[in-house]
């Protein structure tokens, strides 16, 4: 799941965040939970693990719950506005290794599923995606925004003002062409909210 300062942009139903969230929740609703079992990583400049590998829906819903409002990036944390999408594929793939260095392999299949709005990633995805397609692994992306896009929320300082750089965009749309690139590498398909 995108953190990103861009995921705050209102260009969706309350913001890109909230619209995400309430995806991960139907998602979430789609599965049995017979044998399913799902994580969650976040990822902005850094990433970051939020639920390791779970069969207990209520430890998932608890957590989508809390999350419904805002990331846990800070919008006021510099490293909130960047996408590092590389990490977000690299935690992935961390979360799955250490459940099977803990329990075993598994026989369930395993796919990624990003949510992104695909703004200004950085990191080298390449390397990623290598590794996911190596592990076995389809990555199937989900685009969150509008090609139209809306506006960045300012970035202020510590003592609380605003921060106008000229090199900074101040507007965030759907990166479609990007996010289809990465599913079609990643060897899994491309999706709109």
Known sequence: QDGSASMYVKDVAGNRWQRS???LRVLADSLSWNSDRIAMALFAHIASPQIR?????????????????VSPFRIEDETTWDTNLELGIYWGLRVIERDEELHGKSVNAKLF????DGETWSGEVQKSLKKANDAGVPLYVV??????GGK???????NGQVVVDPETPITSRLDRSSLQ???????????EL
Do not use: C
């Open 21 to 23: 969230i309430r995806f």
């Open 143 to 148: 685009g969150v925004g509008t090609l139209g």
């Open 181 to 191: 690139r990465i599913a079609a590498a990643g060897g899994g398909q491309y999706f």
């Open 113 to 116: 599923v990003m949510v992104s």
């Open 53 to 69: 590998l779970t069969k207990d829906p209520n430890t998932f819903f608890f957590f989508i719950e809390h999350l419904n409002a």
């Open 152 to 158: 960045l929320p300012e970035f202020k300082d510590e």
